[in-house]
C-alpha cells in the first residue's frame, strides 16, 4: 500500500513554493497500483494574485492554462474548510490502515519535492502519515527509458489529480511484466 501525493505550487524548492493545490490515494500494491481512493483540494494560499507575482513566467503561465488561478480565485478555501477536508481524508485514508496501524510510502512523481514543499504548508499534517520510504515514478520512468521502454506521455494539464493518476500509469507501464 503506497499514499499517493502531488502538489502544484509557485514555483521549485530552491524559490521557497507555496503549495496551491494536493491531491491524496491510496495507491495498492505493485503491479496494478490500484487506486482505491482520491481526494484533492486547493489549499488557502491568501492574495493570490500576490502567489501569482511571486511564481515564475512559466509557473503562471502553466497554472494560468490549466485554470489553477482562476480556481484559486474562485474557490480558495478557508483555513478552516481546508482542515476539515485534511481530517476528512486522514480519517478517510484510516480505513486501509494508515496512520493508523502503520505509515506508508509515498507514492508520486518526484515525491521527494512533495514532501519537501508539504512540511511548511497547512498541509504538513498529511507528512504524519508516512514513512521516509518513497516510489518515485519519476526515477522509475527514466531507468525504463535507459533500456527502451518508453512510457506514455502525459497529456495532463499538470494538476495535482491528473498528474498523480498519470504515475500511476506510468508505473504501472514500467513494471508490466
Given at each position: 500500500?503506497?499514499?499517493?501525493?502531488d502538489t502544484e505550487t509557485t514555483g521549485l524548492p530552491h524559490e521557497d513554493p507555496v503549495v496551491l493545490e494536493i491531491a491524496v490515494a491510496v495507491i495498492g500494491p505493485a503491479p496494478t497500483f490500484e487506486v482505491v481512493y482520491q481526494a484533492t483540494s486547493l489549499l488557502p494560499v491568501?492574495?493570490?494574485e500576490a502567489q501569482y507575482n511571486r511564481a515564475s513566467p512559466f509557473v503562471q503561465e502553466m497554472h494560468t492554462k490549466?485554470?489553477?488561478?482562476?480556481?484559486l480565485v474562485e474557490h480558495q478555501p478557508t483555513k478552516e474548510e481546508f482542515s476539515v477536508w485534511l481530517a476528512t481524508v486522514q480519517a478517510?485514508?484510516?480505513q486501509w490502515g494508515i496512520g493508523v496501524r502503520a505509515k506508508v510510502p509515498?507514492?508520486?512523481s518526484t515525491p521527494s519535492f512533495d514532501r519537501r514543499v508539504l512540511e511548511g504548508s497547512p498541509a504538513a499534517h498529511i507528512l504524519n502519515l508516512l514513512t521516509h520510504q518513497h516510489l518515485d515514478v519519476s526515477t522509475l520512468t527514466l531507468c525504463a527509458k535507459d533500456i527502451g521502454v518508453v512510457p506514455p506521455k502525459t497529456e495532463t494539464a499538470h494538476r495535482a489529480s491528473d498528474d498523480l493518476l498519470w504515475s500511476v500509469s506510468a508505473a504501472r507501464?514500467?513494471?508490466a511484466p
Open positions: 500500500m503506497y499514499l499517493g501525493i491568501g492574495d493570490v490549466n485554470n489553477l488561478w482562476a480556481d478517510d485514508v484510516s509515498i507514492f508520486g507501464f514500467c513494471l
